[in-house]
């Protein structure tokens, strides 16, 4: 599979921004899905997961202002993004993992918020 991020920017705190992960290739419903993202000088980490059953979880820092979904027709993978910090900034990557298939990341696409 072949994952596109898209919808990053620069953003005020307490902005919001939506993110997009898109897929390509086959079968796209036999993956989780998962963002992570990573700041400068710091590991690449977690921000949210959705199973292919529909399952989500978050990273901690980001429950309640995080919304991770799927919208299988369209193959795509959403993360609403509300009450953005300026911890926050970091380049943010979609993730496909399957036990089948393998795992997959996509090119990232750059966040930022500061005033």
């Known amino acids: 599979v072949q994952l596109q991020a898209s919808g990053g920017g620069l953003v005020q705190p307490g902005g919001s921004l939506r993110l997009s992960c898109a897929a390509s290739g086959s079968p796209f419903n036999e993956y989780d899905m998962a963002w992570y993202r990573q700041a400068p000088g710091k590991q690449r980490e977690l921000v949210a997961r959705i199973t292919k059953g529909f399952s989500t979880n978050y990273t901690d820092s980001v429950k309640g202002r995080f919304i991770i979904s799927r919208d299988n027709a369209k193959r795509t993978v959403p993360l609403q993004m509300n009450s953005l910090k300026p911890e926050d900034t970091a380049v943010y990557y979609c993730?496909?993992?399957?036990?089948?298939?393998?795992?997959?990341w996509g090119r990232g696409t750059l966040v930022t918020v500061s005033s």
């Open positions: 993730m496909a993992d399957s036990v089948w298939y393998g795992t997959y």
